[in-house]
């Protein structure tokens, strides 16, 4: 059974600063690995989405590595901004059914 | 294009009450998935529509959930009779062709007292 482990569960950090959001998962056989951010009262928005045969992707100051054989992904959040504040959520999928982890909720300090 | 969206955004009801939730899918997306969150946990699958047959149900907890999609278009999920534990976010997506990048509602948040 596919389990999805987020670390930390939050996190606070100073505005400017880099910082890494952790995903574990416990079965390789996946599709593909979505991180998603979700702002109070709001939907999820999808922020990368790394097919199982890739390695990374990259949006504006988002970085998202997959490494399938350990099971682990990280995001990689640079100069980090009070807009980044929000829970961000790692998610794995075999075929149609996508699997979530906890999330790690980020709160960026002006 | 506009998103999926769900209503209501908000229900508080009574144990023992019956609500339906409704979702309208981006508009020619055939398939539509239906995800929970309750309170401490992960978001989880409930299930999935493709047109309007159901493909997956897996995730539905119980019979005293019922998920209908008839003619293909908007999807409604009735929850009959409600109880504390069904209290959380139920969030709807959609997705043009199966395991394609689904796009999620807002989500309807639902308190049962």
């Known amino acids: 059974k596919q389990e999805v482990t987020q670390i930390p569960a939050a996190l606070s950090v100073p505005e400017g600063e880099n910082l890494v959001l952790n995903c574990s998962f416990t079965?390789?056989?996946?599709?593909?690995l979505q991180w998603f951010r979700q702002d109070p009262g709001k939907g999820l928005t999808s922020l990368l989405l790394?097919?199982?045969?890739?390695r990374e992707q990259t949006s504006g100051r988002l970085n998202a590595s997959l490494d399938k054989s350990s099971g682990r992904s990280t995001l990689y959040i640079a100069a980090s901004q009070p807009g980044d504040s929000a829970t961000y959520l790692c998610a794995v999928s075999k075929y149609d059914k996508i699997i979530f982890g906890k999330g790690t909720r980020l709160h960026i300090l002006p | 294009e506009a998103g999926v969206t769900q209503f209501p955004s908000h229900s508080v009801i009574e144990k023992g009450q019956t609500v339906t939730l409704r979702c309208d899918p981006i508009s020619g997306h055939d398939n539509l998935y239906w995800y929970r969150r309750v309170m401490g946990k992960e978001i989880k699958f409930l299930l999935h529509?493709?047109?309007?047959?159901?493909?997956?149900e897996s995730g539905m907890p119980n019979n005293r959930f019922l998920a209908e999609r008839t003619g293909g278009t908007y999807s409604t999920l009735k929850v009959q009779p409600a109880e504390l534990e069904d209290s959380g976010v139920y969030f709807c997506a959609s997705s043009r062709l199966r395991a394609d990048t689904q796009y999620f509602g807002p989500g309807t948040r639902l308190t049962v007292l």
């Open positions: 079965d390789s056989a996946i599709y593909n």
């Open positions: 790394i097919q199982s045969s890739q």
């Open positions: 529509f493709v047109k309007e047959s159901k493909q997956d």
